[in-house]
T-cell receptor, first 113, second 114 residues
């Protein structure tokens, strides 16, 4: 019954080696979000898609990119991971852009060696 | 601009006693307010949501929250804590209209002592 699915659950990469995290949803929601959550901190929004419109947060590093090839899938690409990028990455969806509750996936825990 | 302040980073209660997790917000507009729960190594799950209807909102697992505009508060309560309530709780505010601007509080970790 999982509605927002993130793969893999755990990802280990090497310093500087590109990595891609994936998210899929069965809710047919218009908006998909990527959040970064470091230990004992609140989730921090990196960017979101409203349909095909990409919206980057002002303080999201250029090292982070995203793709949304269709309604169901969204990818987070980290071009050159640094040690500081080790975190939990959460994908979320919402039906619309306003006052809608967020549906979260279980997250991908990224380790950078 | 909007902001959310969760007044306690950690709260510890005994099983069977009441829970109070505090949240204050500031917003230039009438906000929507949410509480999410995050169990260890899991994603966030919606507990309850306020969107300008009844000021007392009931959520899942026996939680409820009361919106008090005069105090700009949205505190989360539960009459009797259960061991399974041990988790991190986030208060969230969003602005109406347009692209959703979501602001998270810094979280409150709830410990339940047997």
């Amino acid at each position: 019954d999982a509605m927002v699915i993130q793969n893999p659950r755990y990802q280990v990469t090497q310093f500087g080696k590109p990595v891609t995290l994936s998210c899929s949803q069965t809710l047919n929601h218009n908006v998909m979000y990527w959040y970064q959550q470091k230990s004992s901190q609140a989730p921090k929004l990196l960017f979101h898609y409203y349909d095909k419109d990409f919206n980057n947060e002002a303080d999201t590093p250029d090292n982070f990119q995203s793709r949304r090839p269709n309604t169901s899938f969204c990818f987070l690409d980290i071009r050159s991971p640094g040690l500081g990028d080790a975190a939990m990455y959460l994908c979320a969806t919402s039906r619309g852009p306003s006052n809608e509750k967020l549906f979260f996936g279980s997250g991908t825990q990224l380790s950078v060696l | 601009a909007q902001s959310v302040t969760q007044l306690d980073s950690h709260v510890s209660v005994s099983e069977g006693t009441p829970v109070l997790l505090r949240c204050n917000y500031s917003s230039s507009y009438s906000p929507s307010l949410f509480w999410y729960v995050q169990h260890p190594n899991k994603g966030l799950q919606l507990l309850l949501k306020y969107t300008s209807a009844a000021t007392l909102v009931k959520g899942i697992n026996g939680f409820e929250a009361e919106f008090k505009k005069s105090e700009t508060s949205f505190h989360l309560t539960k009459p009797s804590a259960h061991m399974s309530d041990a988790a991190e709780y986030f208060c969230v505010v969003t602005l109406p209209g347009g692209y959703q601007k979501v602001t998270f509080g810094t979280g409150t970790k709830l410990q339940v002592i047997p």
